[in-house]
Each structure stands twice: as structure tokens, then as C-alpha cells.
């Protein structure tokens, strides 16, 4: 299937830990991103990165850095978590300069930080 | 900066009652609208877009028109069901094709009664 991949579905740990959280497309995108859903449902991305660029939102902690080994993924690792990084994170990716036909997003990722 | 303003929730309705969910939007030059539905503990998925003014995009009975006069894009259903019951996100991209990602409003829980 064609799709946004992200692992793992769930993820329970203690704070001060270091943790990623993985994400793969096989759309053959070029641009790929990383989105946070607070509790009360509302999205904010945090990073978007194509083989170009990286840009960073500037709320963003620097604790969370993106990964890219190659096109198809981009992996978060969050350092020295923290309760307030609970959430559910969902990576997504497009094709610039195709932005028109939308953004394809992952099943996401339900943090928990206790 | 982009900014998407749509109609806080939740929103409960009867089965079958026409269903209108608001969303206006602020954006410099000329961004792609768009749609997307979540179900509960489900990822996003898109409903439907739009790319340029006064183009209508429609999917499962779901129609929203973009329009430039008034900066808005409203949802529409003439007949909702019970499997309609999720959150509704308003989002814009803008047409530059950057890498700048959504811009989400706060979302929309719609409540369908049977």
C-alpha cells in the first residue's frame, strides 16, 4: 500500500528520556513534515524537510530535532522528554511544488510522557 | 502571517439535518484550501480541496466552495449520518509551493444523533 508510515502507534515513557519516533513514504515525495495535536485537537507544525531545507517553526524546543537518512524518511527524536510533550504527533509529506494536491499523513503517534 | 478561523464545537446534530461547518481564512497571495477529517483515533485523512477561486471540491456527499470575495470556505452536507460523527480541520497551503506545510484551523467536532 501506498502510504505514510509512522511507528510506533503508541509510546508510554518516563520523563528525562530520550526517545524517536519513526516515519517512512513511499509516494514518492520530496518534502516531508512533522505535526503536533495537543489535547484539545489542535495541529501546529513543528518541522518540514526536503532535500533542500529545513525549516524549523521557531515555538519549537530545541529538545526535538528531525532526522532525514534519505528522501522517503524522516525520523523525530525528542530529548530529555518532558510531561508538557505529551500529544499525538503525526508525520505527513507532499510533493513541492504539488501542493495542490494535498498532504498525505500517518496514522500518528500518541506520546505519552509520565 | 496564514491564519485559519473555523466555528468552535462541538456541533450535534440529527441524522439526516444539513449540516454547515464555517471556516475564513487570512493568507498572503493565493492558497489551496482544503479539508481533512479525523476519525476518532484515526489520522487525518483529506476530504476535499480546492486550488483556485470559485472551484467547488466535493467527496462522500461533502461540498466547500472557495470563495475569494470573502475569504471563506464552508463545509456542506445536505443529509449527515451517524459514520459522519469525527473532527472536521480547515486548512490552507500556501501556492508558493514552499515547504511551509498546512495551516490548520482549531478543528470542528461534529456530534451526529441517530
Known amino acids: 500500500d501506498t502510504a505514510v508510515s509512522q511507528t510506533p502507534k503508541y509510546l508510554v515513557t518516563q520523563m528525562g528520556n530520550d526517545k524517536s519516533i519513526k516515519c517512512e513514504q513511499n509516494?514518492?515525495?520530496?518534502?516531508m513534515y512533522w505535526y503536533k495535536q495537543d489535547s484539545k485537537k489542535f495541529l501546529k507544525i513543528m518541522f518540514s524537510?526536503?532535500?533542500?531545507?529545513?525549516?524549523i517553526n521557531e515555538t519549537v524546543p530545541n529538545r526535538f530535532s528531525p532526522k532525514s537518512p534519505d528522501k522517503a524518511h524522516l525520523n523525530l527524536h525528542i530529548n530529555s522528554l518532558e510531561l508538557g510533550d505529551s500529544a499525538v504527533y503525526f508525520c505527513?509529506?507532499?510533493?513541492?511544488?504539488?501542493?495542490?494536491?494535498?498532504?498525505?499523513f500517518g496514522s500518528g503517534t500518541r506520546l505519552t510522557v509520565v | 502571517g496564514n491564519s485559519v478561523t473555523q466555528m468552535e464545537g462541538p456541533v450535534t446534530l440529527s441524522e439526516e439535518a444539513f449540516l454547515t461547518i464555517n471556516c475564513t481564512y487570512t493568507a498572503t497571495g493565493y492558497p489551496s484550501l482544503f479539508w481533512y477529517v479525523q476519525y476518532p483515533g484515526e489520522g487525518l485523512q483529506l476530504l476535499l480541496k480546492a486550488t483556485k477561486a470559485d472551484d467547488k471540491g466535493s467527496n462522500k456527499g461533502f461540498e466547500a466552495t472557495y470563495r475569494k470575495e470573502t475569504t471563506s470556505f464552508h463545509l456542506e452536507k445536505g443529509s449527515v449520518q451517524v459514520s459522519d460523527s469525527a473532527v472536521y480541520f480547515c486548512?490552507?497551503?500556501?501556492?508558493?509551493?514552499?515547504?511551509?506545510?498546512?495551516?490548520f484551523g482549531k478543528g470542528t467536532h461534529l456530534i451526529i444523533q441517530p
Open positions: 509516494l514518492g515525495h520530496d518534502t
Open positions: 505527513a509529506s507532499s510533493l513541492q511544488g504539488a501542493v495542490s494536491y494535498g498532504y498525505t
Open positions: 524537510y526536503n532535500n533542500k531545507e529545513l525549516i
Open positions: 486548512a490552507l497551503s500556501d501556492s508558493g509551493g514552499g515547504a511551509d506545510g498546512l495551516t
